[in-house]
């Protein structure tokens, strides 16, 4: 199933898209909730429920909505750093050394933003930067996950753009700061259940900035798969329905450019996932 949380005449819910219908989830179950994370904690149940559900007097054409991020709701927004072979080197290049062990930082949640929402290119700096990826969407309580079980705690699969401020990224060692501005969170543009998608470690994934293709790879290019991701974090702290985890980007974002080549405003940066989507958003200035 392709979910959604939509916004449409001031109301906010979730719905399931089939084509270009979106079936309003909210208003044929309305006992379900209506933000993802709670939604997911509900189980398997609910979403056979909503797996059930048909076209009827409420279904909305899809250009007719807002779509917002999937998942407004999550408590957690975890990245990995470095995680794509030639993106490593990209930087290693530019005197960051490759880690020797995953490397993780958060993204605050309260950057989330769209999937076709603007990104804001801040008043504080100029190096704006784009980074295509796959997220993950956690889909229960979990703790002490082993690689062998861990796709059995995955609910989904989202587009994401870690938009980057990257001199602010280095004011902190955890680079939080400078992944964390509002609107720098764009994911979408719905959650693909994992169900549809056999093996998430062979989909292309890539990015354009204004129609030039920037990054062109597949996610078999990770270092440390996603099952292995989800076992060193979740040895750590416990994984809660609606968490998101960015998995790494691949070769070519703009600070691997000589010269860099970082976001200006008016750029169009589209963001594509075989199996997914893909999410686009236009750099505006800070107001």
Known sequence: MKLVTFQHQGRIALGKVIGELLVDINAQLPDLPDSMARLLAQGEPALQRIAALGVDSATLQLPQVQLLAPVTDAQKYLAIGMNYRAHAEEVARNGVPIPKSQLWFNKQVSCLNGPYADIHLPKVSDKLDYEAELAVVIGRRCRHVTVQQAPSVVAGYMVANDVSVRDWQMRSPTFTLGKSFDTHGPLG?????????PDPHALGIRAWVNDELRQDSNTGDMIYNIWEQIAYLSTVMTLMPGDILATGTPAGVGVGFDPKRFLKVGDRVRI???????IENTVVAES
């Open 189 to 197: 543009p719905w959650l693909v259940t994992a169900d549809e998608v």
């Open 272 to 278: 594509e996932v075989d199996g997914i989507g893909h």
